[in-house]
């Protein structure tokens, strides 16, 4: 048990640390004009939400958008299907977090007949173009696959119906696709060897614990968003500090004995 509570704390700490990274990058877009894309995909109950919300806590919150993508609404329905994306991508300074992607074309609409062979066999050329026209106009890409095996997602399933207050996160489009784990399997499998590119690469999380599966998730964002970045401390504009004078007389306090 005791070795269990020093695990769960240094767990706990190693998030806190790279949320507190996070934290620093998100700044730094903001005051450089920086877009960031982190996509999340992967199996129902496999804990992308718990990623997320560990991803997003100290983040600016004007700044970031969580984007959860379902069907596509009856407006959206018939055009083709990255136009409903177009309008949730980053601005200048902004991060957008999309849990489930454009990558529904390859998998659900694909397993399920939603689209027919050919449109989702074109669709990872499309794909990788879309991603490679972001990547060059400066939009930095993170990609995540979240991987349960079936006796992990059964028990978490089984945990949802268990409990009124995680009802709503289950419905009968989990069992149908609980029936055809083959098939998806088969759909990411060819996702990862044909989208997995140079400006935007898969980074595939298996999320049976789930603690080492956030660990893990928030580690590689960090890394990814950190390359290339050199986080250096600004001072205050001279002008604000003059303003602070106006308004109160205050003045920074100058350190002591040259300390900071």
């Known amino acids: 048990m005791a070795t269990s509570i020093k695990l769960n704390i240094g767990h706990l700490q190693q998030i806190k640390e790279l949320q507190d990274r996070l934290t620093e990058l998100h700044v730094h877009d903001l005051r450089t004009g920086g877009r960031v894309l982190i996509c999340i995909d992967g199996w129902d109950a496999a804990g992308k939400g718990g990623m997320i919300e560990r991803l997003v806590a100290g983040l600016e919150p004007k700044s970031v958008q969580v984007w959860r ?3 596509p609404t009856p407006e959206e329905q018939g055009r083709h ?13 902004n991060w957008a977090i999309f849990d489930r ?3 529904g074309r390859v998998l659900v609409e694909r397993v399920e007949g939603f689209c027919d062979k050919a449109a989702w066999k074109r669709a990872y050329r499309e794909i990788n173009e879309f991603e490679r026209q972001l990547s060059d106009d400066g939009v930095r890409i993170v990609k995540l696959l979240v991987h349960v095996s079936a006796e992990e997602q059964k028990r978490r399933m089984i945990e949802r119906l268990s409990k009124p207050s995680k009802h709503y996160k289950i419905g009968l489009e989990d069992f149908r696709n609980i029936a055809k784990r083959k098939q998806y399997l088969e759909a990411y499998d060819d996702m990862l060897g044909r989208t997995d590119t140079e400006q935007a690469p898969w980074h595939v999380v298996a999320s049976d614990e789930k603690m080492h599966a956030r660990l893990k998730g928030l580690r590689i964002i960090a890394d990814r968003l950190g390359e290339g970045v050199k986080i250096e401390e600004r001072g205050l504009d001279p002008r604000i500090l003059e303003a602070a004078y106006e308004a109160w007389g205050w003045r920074p306090e100058k350190p002591e004995n040259g300390k900071k």
């Open 69 to 71: 993508i379902g069907a």
């Open 81 to 93: 299907y990255l136009w409903r994306f177009w309008d949730r991508l980053p601005g200048p300074g």
């Open 101 to 103: 992607t454009w990558y």
